[in-house]
């Protein structure tokens, strides 16, 4: 199987275990954790192009699980986070890590804030490498094995 395919696949694997955990999925923890994710995603290469920015943000009020959260909060809670990392890359992600670990006390909250992570990294096609990095590192923050989600 092409790479391409198993990026496909697998992206799409994740919004499916998303989508059957989404009643489960409506804390303050996940919803900013989650957000902190799309950001560090979306600039995982240190900058983020209006382009971009404006998909990631298309993406997060499509996403049927984030749904159960108010798309102008998620949007701000988004803005937010990218402002932090195109501020100051090194400083602002170390911010959104914090974020994002606060999820770690329920670990199905934890796993679909990663599933999240590669679900954005694989929308466009294609998971680079530094995509692939900066959901590692959340995966660390998380106290979640890399390996779990083929990373």
């Known amino acids: 199987m092409a790479l391409w395919d198993r990026i496909k696949e697998s992206a799409s694997?994740?919004?499916?275990?998303?989508?059957?955990?989404?009643?489960?999925?409506?804390?303050?923890?996940?919803r900013d954790a989650s957000m902190a994710m799309c950001a560090l995603v979306a600039a995982a290469d240190?900058?983020?192009?209006?382009?971009?920015?404006q998909r990631?943000?298309?993406?997060?009020a499509t996403n049927e699980v984030l749904q159960n959260f108010?798309?102008?909060d998620l949007q701000r809670r988004f803005d937010e986070n990218l402002?932090?990392?195109?501020?100051?890359?090194?400083?602002?992600k170390v911010g959104v890590l914090q974020e994002i670990a606060k999820a770690k006390k329920k670990p199905a909250e934890a796993r679909?804030?990663?599933?999240?992570?590669?679900?954005?990294g694989?929308?466009?096609?294609?998971?680079?490498?530094?995509?692939?990095?900066?959901v590692r590192e959340a995966c660390f923050s998380l106290d979640l094995p890399p390996?779990?989600?083929?990373l």
């Open 13 to 30: 694997t994740m919004q499916t275990q998303l989508l059957a955990k989404k009643n489960d999925l409506k804390s303050g923890a996940f």
């Open 147 to 150: 390996h779990e989600f083929d």
């Open 46 to 53: 240190g900058s983020i192009d209006p382009s971009e920015r």
């Open 70 to 72: 108010d798309a102008h």
């Open 122 to 134: 694989g929308a466009d096609g294609y998971f680079d490498e530094t995509e692939r990095a900066v």
């Open 56 to 60: 990631v943000a298309q993406l997060i």
């Open 112 to 120: 679909a804030v990663i599933q999240i992570g590669i679900v954005i």
């Open 83 to 92: 402002n932090k990392l195109t501020a100051d890359f090194g400083f602002g």
